[in-house]
């Protein structure tokens, strides 16, 4: 915790900019704008019960899955504050197939592009459950001054330069990292402002929460159903039976195991030969997190999630994240049984 003085996001991004010394203040005007624009999105989400914002929109994403109001809100929001931030020239995003540039004069010579899934969680959103935000920032590869290009967007993970997400729970809570451990900030909905309320959060190396959807069960590889068993064993040694939690939002579940500890599985399945979850926007800026907390994310087969070299904008990678041991224990069992 922060201590009795409040520190405001912006505050803190302010503060970090002079820890780099050839920092030019791009990088900050980009997450304070990613700052405003969650603060918007905070406010519809949270009055979403209240008016006419639910329900399908009718169009259908580029994943075939019908999209909800309030994913075209927050894909809308989030665009348009990184556009305005003239620092951002051009974004992936899961609602949108192909990448979005800006290509007035000031964006094209940005020198960041961004990754986002501007609403995860969204079957949730009819229901009341905790939903979020994920966004990857990385400098672009092609010249300054020209429009971005799809291969600004298929870079490795370990190439990101920030990474967060945003969680609209029972508080709204922005967590990010640069690359020098995991900070978080809660919303304080009375000054409108982030403030600073997680520093340096780092995960357990051990924890007691396993979360998967095991409606998929009989569809798992023979070692996550091993793993599986595993987490529901007594054993007094190692704190066992763990706890199954699952939200199905991702941010939510991550979120919830990178404060108490846990494993959060998405395993590739009969019918989804790569997982469910998307590299780019989803796996690659939590696994940054994961990391710079002390966690490890890797695809289940002995590959860390930030060195996968993507190929599609929309591609998909079986996902394990997590307390460090728990996910080598995983690991160690999916390669014994398969
Ligand atoms: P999105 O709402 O952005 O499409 O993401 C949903 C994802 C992720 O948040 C969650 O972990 C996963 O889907 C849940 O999938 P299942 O319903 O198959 O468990
Ligand atoms: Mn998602
Ligand atoms: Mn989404």
Redesign the pocket.
């Known amino acids: 915790m922060s201590g009795n003085r409040l520190v405001t996001l912006n505050e803190f991004i302010i503060e970090k900019q002079s820890q780099f010394p050839y920092a030019k203040g791009e990088l900050s005007r980009l997450l304070s704008h990613i700052g405003i624009a969650a603060k918007i999105v905070h406010r519809e989400v949270n009055k979403a019960g209240l008016v006419d914002i639910l329900g399908e929109v009718g169009a259908v994403n580029v ?1 075939g ?1 019908s999209q909800k109001k309030l994913d075209v809100f927050a894909d809308e929001q989030f665009i348009g504050a990184l556009k305005g931030s003239s620092e951002c020239c051009g974004i992936a995003s ?1 609602e949108n197939q192909d990448i979005v540039t800006f290509d007035d004069d000031l964006a094209k010579n940005g020198r960041y592009i961004v990754t986002i ?1 501007p ?5 949730n959103i009819d229901v009341n459950v905790s939903i979020g935000t994920i966004f990857a920032i990385f400098r672009r590869v092609t010249p300054i001054g020209h429009k971005a290009e799809e291969i600004d967007f298929l870079q490795e993970g370990n190439r990101q330069v920030a990474a967060g997400y945003i969680i609209y729970g029972s508080s709204t809570m922005l967590v990010y990292t640069t690359g020098r451990g995991v900070n978080g900030f809660t919303l304080d909905p009375s000054i409108g402002e982030f403030c600073l309320s997680h520093r340096l959060i780092k995960t357990p190396e051990t924890g007691e929460i396993y979360s998967i ?1 095991e409606g ?1 069960y009989i569809k798992f590889p023979k070692g996550v159903k091993k793993y599986i068993k595993y987490c529901q064993e007594n054993d007094k040694q190692t704190d066992r039976p763990y706890s199954s939690r ?1 939200i ?4 939510a ?1 991550f979120h919830r195991n990178l404060l108490k500890g846990g494993i959060f599985l ?1 395993p590739i399945t009969e019918n989804n030969p790569n997982g ?2 998307r590299l780019l926007y ?1 796996c690659n800026p939590i696994a940054f997190l994961a990391e710079q907390a002390g966690g490890k994310a890797t695809d289940g087969r002995g590959n860390r999630i930030l060195d996968i070299k993507p190929e599609a904008l929309h591609q998909r990678v079986p996902f394990y994240v997590g307390s460090r041991n728990m996910v080598d224990k995983a690991e160690e069992m999916i390669s014994i049984y398969e």
């Open positions: 994943q899955e899961e899934d609403l995860d969680g969204s079957s959807n998929n699952y199905g939002s991702l941010v579940d998405y469910k979850l989803e």
